[in-house]
């Protein structure tokens, strides 16, 4: 493998001075990533969970060229385009009942940051200075950028920044499993509720992953806890924001994780597979209520941001188009196969070193006792031609939707093989 570092290119999450090796990849075809050496992997991570109808799919990238030969961006201050127009549409549309308004940014972090200034501001136009915190839970991660950081409760991603951040608002992250009994429910729930009624007037928002904690452990939760939720936020006067930027789009196995609850956030953020991987872009959608108390005769009330390439053509042709694929092929039903060969394969598997095992929809985790039992695995992998890069003591993977059977096998046999 020739050494790929050079000096100029700055990479993330990564002390650069010990970073001795990237794999440049020269072309990449559905799940599979072709390297600069001629070897090919099967990507089991989608790129940060994003292509998941895989590589240079034949309908996006017709859609893309059709679009950047029509018009490949206009700011929209002023002006607007077809595509953003769609987008809208059909985001409103299918998001859950009653989030009809789109704000597009350029990443996740960014969507989440328009959706804490839309909450605060939500209550500052009503003369509400006092609800201007946001609750989040132990264990989240809701982007890089700073108030993402703040709201975040992972120390990995905020280390060098905990002197400055004051407000942090957090509850412990929920500690029972997705089909946990109500009794184990409850004990998280109460700390909700002792939490907002103590803190309620200072409260603008509750803001959490919707049913996997992804970056925080993989933590998966139930949906009940999202119910419950749902009614305590309501009662107390709170926002409720889902950041749906890595469960959005089939990922638990539904269109939304708020789906499997069956409830309606007052704001949702949308992004990864949203534009399907091929360009970044993300959606913060909100209801009547919310977008209302911005209405006004003067412009003090009116949200003031705009990021420079916000309802970009290119990416909302290209999400228009990802759509369209994702409900005429009906992926729901090839992320119910996926989540099945996961199950098969992995569940009830038993080692000394595995603390526990996770499977939801086109997401499946191996927890270990102690991360420094994964050390090395990324290149065991890539020996066996898979890519999978463990994050803290997870092995993982959030593969594209597309796997065949005989590819879902190949990633989880890797994955065990690791053991044995
Ligand atoms: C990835 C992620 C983000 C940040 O998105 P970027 O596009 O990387 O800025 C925010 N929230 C969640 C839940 C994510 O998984």
């Not at 950081?149 to 407000?167: K, L, P, R």
């Not at 970044?280 to 977008?291: E, I, L, M, N, Q």
């Not at 092995?395 to 046999?413: D, G, R, S």
């Amino acid at each position: 493998m020739p050494n790929l570092i050079n000096q100029h290119l700055w990479f993330p999450y990564t002390q650069m001075q010990k970073l001795d090796k990237v794999y440049e990849v020269k072309s990449a075809q559905g799940a599979h990533l072709k390297l600069s050496d001629e070897r090919e992997l099967l990507d089991g991570i989608s790129s940060w969970w994003s292509v998941v109808y895989g590589y240079n799919h034949p309908k996006i990238t017709s859609a893309l060229i059709e679009q950047l030969q029509q018009v490949s961006h206009v700011m929209l201050g002023g002006l607007s385009n077809e595509p953003a127009r769609k987008f809208a549409d059909l985001l409103a549309k299918i998001t859950p009942e009653g989030l009809n308004h789109v704000f597009f940014s350029d990443s996740g972090s960014v969507g989440v940051e328009v959706a804490l200034k839309i909450a605060i501001q939500y209550f500052s136009n009503q003369k509400q200075f006092d609800k201007k915190r946001i609750l989040s839970l132990e264990g989240s991660y809701h982007g890089d950028t700073f108030k993402a950081m703040e709201v975040g409760g992972d120390s990995d991603f905020q280390q060098a920044f905990s002197h400055i951040f004051s407000d942090k608002l957090h509850l412990p992250k929920p500690k029972h499993a997705f089909d946990a009994d109500n009794d184990s429910i409850q004990k998280d729930i109460d700390l909700l509720e002792q939490m907002l009624k103590a803190k309620n007037h200072e409260i603008a928002a509750f803001i959490v992953e919707p049913l996997v904690q992804c970056v925080g452990n993989f933590n998966i939760y139930s949906p009940k806890y999202l119910q419950a939720a749902r009614k305590l936020c309501d009662e107390y006067n709170v926002l409720l924001i889902f950041d749906e930027v890595a469960t959005g789009f089939g990922r638990t196995g539904k269109l939304f994780a708020a789906s499997h609850a069956g409830i309606s956030p007052d704001i949702i953020i949308l992004g990864k597979a949203l534009t399907a991987g091929y360009l970044g872009h993300a959606a913060t959608v909100v209801s009547d209520k919310v977008y209302e108390a911005f209405l006004d005769e003067t412009y003090e009330k009116a949200f003031m941001h705009g990021p420079t390439y916000m309802g970009n053509a290119l990416a909302c042709a290209v999400g228009l188009k990802a759509y369209e694929i994702f409900e005429q092929e009906n992926y729901l039903e090839k992320i119910s196969k996926i989540e099945v060969g996961f199950r098969e394969k992995l569940l009830g598997f038993q080692h000394k070193k595995v603390k526990e095992i996770r499977v939801l929809g086109a997401i499946a985790v191996i927890e270990v006792w102690d991360e420094s039992d994964l050390l090395g695995f990324q290149e065991f992998g890539i020996e066996r031609g898979v890519w999978l890069r463990p994050f803290g003591p997870n092995l993982y993977t959030m593969p594209a939707y597309i796997l065949e059977q005989a590819e879902i096998n190949k990633i989880t046999e890797t994955m065990l093989a690791w053991f044995k």
